[in-house]
């Protein structure tokens, strides 16, 4: 197994099991801007993935959380069909740069992890 799969799947699991977790959200916040003065521990810039401009999605809770023992943001997204999707983001780092782009879709979960704007999501 390559290191960038072993780090792909250590990352993809951390991601599953937060996803799985009961969610206490740490902020009341409706919307990105908000959201991001509000999270101002996280040592970058927290912005609406460009992936999600175009689509509708409610924020239905967030808080603090990790990613390889970096500080990341976890968001609780409701879309317009009542799916929910939980987003991440962290800092980049050098660990994180051994990753591409990447998609696992599991029986639960599908995960798929991307670099935007110096950041990893």
């Known amino acids: 197994m390559s290191s960038e799969s072993n780090l792909f799947q250590r990352v993809a699991q951390e991601v599953?099991?937060?996803?799985?977790?009961?969610?206490?959200s740490g902020f009341s916040v409706l919307d990105y801007a908000a959201l991001g003065t509000a999270m101002d521990e996280l040592d970058f810039e927290l912005k609406l993935p460009l992936k999600l401009e175009r689509s509708v999605y409610k924020i239905q809770g967030e808080r603090y959380c990790s990613i390889q023992g970096k500080i990341a943001d976890q968001i609780k997204l409701l879309?317009?069909?009542?799916?929910?999707?939980?987003?991440?983001?962290t800092a980049m780092n050098l660990q994180l740069t051994e990753l591409n782009s990447l998609e696992l879709y599991g029986p639960d979960v599908v995960i798929q992890m991307w670099y935007e704007g110096g950041g990893f999501l």
Request: hydrophobic letters at 35%; charged letters at 30%.
């Open 79 to 89: 879309d317009e069909e009542g799916a929910i999707s939980t987003l991440y983001s």
């Open 16 to 24: 599953a099991l937060n996803h799985a977790k009961k969610f206490r």
